[in-house]
């Protein structure tokens, strides 16, 4: 399961308090740096363009998990279980040609 | 464990113009003459002071003479790099005096393989993978440089299948950046991939380390913390949220990123006094002969 793609526990189901405390440890966390980015960016301004890039990733990935994308939120004592979560096992490429077949197919 | 969590003593380059931040190991010289003479008994480790490379770096200890610990500082939120060095000591104390430490700054690299042009990369990968790829590749970018200047021909990383979810710890990226070495005559390797976690702690546990404070899988306090890292990962941490890594955008990431990191490595050499082209060629004739003695 650890080569699972996205992740060995990506879609395990989790319960409604984890996702909240979660969303809450997400955003408080964003938000202090993005705090710090834009306090740090006045100072200097040639980490503008990181304090952007921070930006415009914290407000993606905070839609994301507002909408729920890939997280799979079951019930508020236990996480049912909804989707199932995908177990993908991946190659490890010993030389160059078999790399690149692969990401050909994969293409 | 105080000394653990204050932020450690500032850090400053060892000479005006030098990336390298500690003076525990010198800095060899080069000139355009006179190449580093290829050490087969000496290895390299890409270290932290984690679970995973402190236990490479106790398995490694066994079979070679000497192990270089290199750290890296990337400049942007990577911090607590005093506690790879507390590690340092640990394991000397333990093992015979086999490490010598060197702490790097990969700041300018960095830069130019992913920070000057982020905002430009994330529109075209979408995904905020692209800074942990990037930072990565500006570090193998200077192992390889650290290799060639030690006359090292192996260097190492505590990677694991049980954190495979990190972009530069998956298969693919380690397969590429397999490649990269190989093309500058050095050898990538990740001893600990399939050890398991478990497996590793009892090993360190045994010599006596410290292991920190240990949150789920996660052992707190004795390594660099990087924040970018812990946003990045934390909804995968927090809410088992899939990581965002395509596999078809992390190799062609790391195929246009590897054509800047080529040309950093030449510049560095170029500002060492020394062509990259002649000291490899220097290094395959080394190594040809040293197959042939066997």
């Given at each position: 399961?650890?080569?699972?793609?996205?992740?060995?526990?990506?879609?395990?189901?989790?319960?409604?308090?984890?996702?909240?405390?979660?969303?809450?440890?997400?955003?408080?966390?964003?938000?202090?740096?993005?705090?710090?980015?834009?306090?740090?960016?006045?100072?200097?301004?040639?980490?503008?363009?990181?304090?952007?890039?921070?930006?415009?990733?914290?407000?993606?990935?905070?839609?994301?998990?507002?909408?729920?994308?890939?997280?799979?939120?079951?019930?508020?004592?236990?996480?049912?279980?909804?989707?199932?979560?995908?177990?993908?096992?991946?190659?490890?490429?010993?030389?160059?040609?078999?790399?690149?077949?692969?990401?050909?197919?994969?293409? | 464990?105080?000394?653990?969590?204050?932020?450690?003593?500032?850090?400053?380059p060892?000479?005006?113009?030098s990336d390298v931040m500690n003076?525990?190991?010198?800095v060899?010289?080069?000139?355009?003459?006179?190449?580093?003479?290829?050490?087969?008994?000496?290895?390299a480790l890409m270290f932290?002071?984690?679970?995973?490379?402190?236990?490479?770096?106790?398995?490694?200890?066994?079979?070679?003479?000497?192990?270089h610990l290199v750290t890296y500082r990337n400049g942007?939120?990577h911090?607590?790099?005093?506690?790879?060095?507390?590690?340092?000591?640990?394991?000397?104390?333990?093992?015979?005096?086999?490490?010598?430490?060197t702490l790097i700054s990969t700041k300018g690299y960095f830069d130019k393989v992913i920070?000057?042009?982020?905002?430009?990369?994330?529109?075209?990968?979408?995904?905020?993978?692209?800074?942990?790829?990037g930072c990565k590749l500006a570090m193998h970018m200077r192992s390889i440089a650290f290799c060639l200047e030690h006359?090292l021909?192996?260097t190492?990383d505590?990677?694991?299948?049980?954190?495979?979810?990190?972009?530069e710890?998956?298969?693919?990226?380690?397969?590429?950046i397999?490649?990269f070495y190989?093309?500058h005559?050095v050898?990538f390797?990740?001893?600990?991939?399939?050890?398991?976690?478990?497996?590793?702690?009892?090993?360190?546990?045994?010599?006596?380390?410290?292991?920190?404070?240990?949150?789920?899988?996660?052992?707190?306090?004795?390594?660099?913390?990087?924040?970018?890292?812990?946003?990045?990962?934390?909804?995968?941490?927090?809410?088992?949220?899939?990581?965002?890594?395509?596999?078809?955008?992390?190799?062609?990431?790391?195929?246009?990123k590897e054509?800047i990191c080529r040309k950093v490595l030449g510049a560095y050499f170029?500002g060492r006094?020394?062509?990259l082209?002649?000291?490899?060629?220097?290094?395959?004739?080394?190594?040809?002969?040293?197959?042939?003695?066997?």
């Open positions: 399961m650890a080569r699972c793609c996205g992740g060995k526990n990506a879609g395990k189901p989790i319960t409604v308090p984890r996702y909240l405390a979660g969303l809450a440890v997400f955003a408080t966390y964003h938000s202090v740096v993005a705090v710090g980015l834009r306090a740090a960016a006045r100072v200097k301004p040639e980490i503008s363009h990181v304090r952007d890039f921070h930006r415009t990733v914290f407000k993606d990935e905070l839609k994301e998990v507002i909408r729920r994308d890939g997280i799979n939120v079951g019930g508020w004592v236990e996480p049912v279980q909804i989707d199932e979560y995908c177990a993908i096992e991946l190659p490890l490429f010993d030389d160059e040609a078999a790399l690149e077949t692969a990401l050909e197919v994969a293409a | 464990m105080l000394n653990s969590l204050l932020p450690g003593p500032p850090l400053k060892i000479a005006p113009g003076d525990d190991a010198p060899p010289p080069l000139r355009p003459d006179h190449f580093p003479e290829v050490k087969p008994n000496e290895i932290s002071g984690g679970v995973d490379s402190t236990a490479t770096a106790v398995m490694l200890a066994e079979q070679y003479d000497k192990v942007y939120g911090w607590h790099h005093h506690r790879s060095h507390m590690r340092l000591d640990e394991l000397n104390k333990r093992l015979d005096n086999k490490f010598t430490y920070v000057d042009t982020v905002m430009a990369d994330y529109r075209r990968y979408k995904s905020g993978f692209i800074w942990f790829m006359g021909t192996i190492t505590g990677s694991n299948s049980d954190t495979a979810e990190m972009v710890q998956s298969l693919l990226s380690l397969s590429l397999r490649f190989e093309d005559t050898e390797g990740t001893p600990v991939y399939e050890v398991r976690r478990a497996a590793s702690r009892e090993l360190i546990k045994d010599l006596g380390i410290r292991m920190g404070v240990q949150v789920l899988d996660r052992h707190l306090c004795i390594q660099p913390t990087c924040v970018a890292g812990e946003l990045y990962y934390l909804p995968y941490l927090l809410m088992n949220k899939p990581v965002n890594h395509d596999e078809i955008a992390v190799s062609k990431f790391i195929e246009e054509v170029e006094g020394v062509d082209d002649t000291l490899l060629a220097n290094r395959r004739e080394q190594i040809a002969a040293l197959k042939g003695t066997d």
